[in-house]
């Protein structure tokens, strides 16, 4: 739950629909139409040129379900293709120099044999300058530029991998070798390691003048690891204590734990460790600094995280301390405080703690309609809880005009097929299927 700026409207954490899982086998996200034409695609234009230079462009943001597909088409391909894997240099990301490297040491590949070479390490190169002339990826698309000849040498099928995000720049920054391509494959998957440019637009101030714009409709803008190692530098040049890394903080946590909610996380467990540090620093030093308003927030987000890992110990205290800090700072008549409430429902509702909950519930869901009125998403949130508490406890006949009140009103703010509102048609019909088994 986030209560504060840059997010006007508060929003509540809801684990029903936030923690959906996409683990899914290559297969099965081949089974997606759109990833098998690509593959389809992919393995023709191999196939379709055994001798000569064969420049193909695979486009997937997601490392581990890109590493299937490329085992997947290296089987398929045996014993017509020999199959090799190279990886870019992350100092000198030369595309040439890889292959040129990989070619000296094979003399079946120097015979000129039918082979496809995958290229990757491409996802790993910062966009961000980070204090230096040139960032890794301008590096990366100067060599692709300028030694685009050079690669007339190497007769064999080039996969390149690349993400979203260095697809759009490779277009622009390199359009001699752009030019060249035989093909470009994109596999559409959840995961992805960009951050969307709206979630960027409240830190601008933190990249002087290495963005002009933050392009708030692009999902792919920049790769979330550029900006941990801005967070480094920043630490390394102003100290740790700089007023400025708070905000930093809390916003990477906060995208962390947005990527999370989203399943877009590459590594669950990693990103929710990552989302846990960000953001006990950002309260650590809002602490210090007497930014209390977004402590609260902090401390909200980090008992979320806390309650997602079963720690429940370690986030009542930090729902209460939001809590207070909320009614002190605001008063007790503040939207805020609801979602506070409801916060510590939540965690109550988890441990099995319903009798705690419910009032807590309620409370929030009547401070929510008093506040911010009957039409508003948050208020629809508190009415799906609700239901699912009285739901837990086997109070179908409670829960079910809860659940009623609550679709209708996501129907009609969200319309019918926005996820939210799925969820909550989900919810209704697995408690009519429970009363139904109970009649």
Not at 76 to 104: C, D, H, M
Request: overall charge negative.
């Amino acid at each position: 739950m986030e209560a504060s700026e840059p997010y006007p409207e508060s929003i509540l954490v809801n684990k029903e629909e936030s923690q959906t899982e996409f683990a899914r086998t290559t297969q099965e996200l081949l089974d997606d139409e759109e990833n098998q034409d690509a593959y389809d695609d992919l393995i023709v234009s191999i196939e379709a040129k055994e001798q000569g230079l064969n420049l193909l462009i695979g486009v997937c943001d997601d490392a581990n379900f890109r590493d299937r597909i490329i085992s997947h088409y290296e089987a398929e391909l045996q014993p017509r293709f020999r199959s090799y894997r190279v990886t870019l240099a992350r100092g000198e990301p030369s595309l040439k120099a890889a292959i040129n490297q990989l070619v000296e040491k094979e003399e079946y590949l120097r015979q000129h044999n039918p082979a496809v070479i995958t290229v990757t390490g491409a996802e790993q190169l910062y966009f961000l300058r980070l204090g230096e002339e040139r960032s890794e990826q301008e590096k990366f698309f100067g060599y692709l530029q300028w030694t685009r000849e050079a690669l007339r040498e190497f007769p064999y099928a080039i996969v390149l991998w690349v993400t979203h995000q260095i697809l759009v720049e490779l277009s622009q920054k390199a359009p001699d070798f752009w030019s060249w391509r035989n093909g470009v494959f994109r596999f559409v998957c959840k995961k992805t390691n960009a951050v969307p440019g709206r979630e960027i637009e409240p830190i601008r101030f933190a990249f002087s003048d290495e963005l002009a714009s933050t392009d708030d409709d692009n999902p792919y803008f920049l790769p979330i690891e550029d900006l941990q190692k801005l967070i480094e530098k920043i630490e390394q040049e102003r100290g740790v204590k700089d007023a400025s890394l708070a905000t930093l903080y809390s916003r990477l946590g906060q995208i962390y734990q947005r990527r999370l909610e989203r399943s877009e996380a590459q590594d669950y467990k990693k990103e929710q460790d990552l989302a846990i540090k960000y953001l006990s620093k950002a309260a650590e030093l809002q602490k210090e600094l007497g930014l209390e308003t977004d402590l609260a927030t902090s401390l909200n987000n980090l008992a979320y995280l806390y309650d997602s890992q079963g720690r429940y110990s370690e986030a009542e205290p930090l729902c209460q301390q939001a809590l207070e800090l909320s009614k002190r700072l605001l008063g007790e008549q503040h939207p805020n405080v609801a979602d506070s409430l409801h916060n510590l429902a939540g965690l109550y509702r988890s441990q099995g703690r319903y009798t705690e909950a419910e009032p807590l519930y309620q409370q929030a869901l009547e401070l929510g309609r008093r506040l911010l009125g009957d039409e508003h998403p948050s208020v629809a949130t508190s009415l799906n809880n609700l239901a699912g508490l009285y739901y837990s406890q086997g109070r179908y006949a409670e829960a079910e005009p809860l659940y009623l009140q609550a679709l209708n009103m996501r129907e009609r703010i969200l319309g019918t097929n926005h996820p939210n509102t799925v969820t909550v048609r989900k919810n209704l019909e697995r408690l009519r299927v429970a009363m139904h088994s109970d009649g």
